[in-house]
């Protein structure tokens, strides 16, 4: 078993090590997902999140193992240089990759970090107290992620962890890492395409396109329209990979 720990937890490697040993019957379930499970362990006065990933199909056990990063590791790098950037996320403890020849199991673990609401939390309730201002800094965090050549590539509505830190400001936190590209600079396109995912709410995506076009020096009607179309695009290509799911589905049980 492979382990990496950052600087802060190598004095803990034996207790964090333990605590992966004992995850299938230790721990404090905190998200039980269709692919990844997250349990919460304590560490003294510290919560960790740890999130196991589901093993691998074989072709990418083998990939993952020696010719690509495995999610895990990813999310431990990709959380470091967030933080290098001064980018909110969690902060990165260790990842741990299990198998001798393929990879089978990978963790990830970070300290837990208690948020007040994520960014889906807007699209459920349009009259969230203080709706449209969180909305409008959610937009200058993404635009400082453009500005700063990330693309995260799971900008979804679950995936910003969002924190009030005084009267009207709030601070901003990625998670779930391990899909990200860095770029020198991000077209416009690419920028608009990357918020695609997040809402096909009209009202939501109107603040958001004003905002994003007041930072970006561009027509609000123009990124607006970009916007929408971009949305109307991945809704398609969603309910196309559902109806694909459900075939297949459908003939594995003839």
Known sequence: MKSVFSKTYTDRAQEITTMIAGFDTQGELFIAGQRNMIKLFHLSDVTLNVKSFRIPNLVNQIAYKYFRRSKAR?????????????????????????????????YYISEQLVADLTFRELTNDLNYPDHENILRQFTQFTFELHEKGIEFLDHTPGNTLIRKIDEGKYEFFLVDLNRMRFHNSIDFNTRIANMSKLTNIDQIISVMSDEYAKLYGRPAAEVHNCLIQHTENFQKRLVNKKWLKKKLLFWRKK
């Not at 950037?85 to 089978?104: D, H, N, R």
């Open 74 to 106: 990813r999310s431990f790098d990709f959380a470091n240089v967030l933080l290098a950037k001064g980018i909110g996320t969690p902060q990165p403890v260790a990842y741990f990759e299990c198998g001798s020849a393929l990879l089978s199991k990978s």
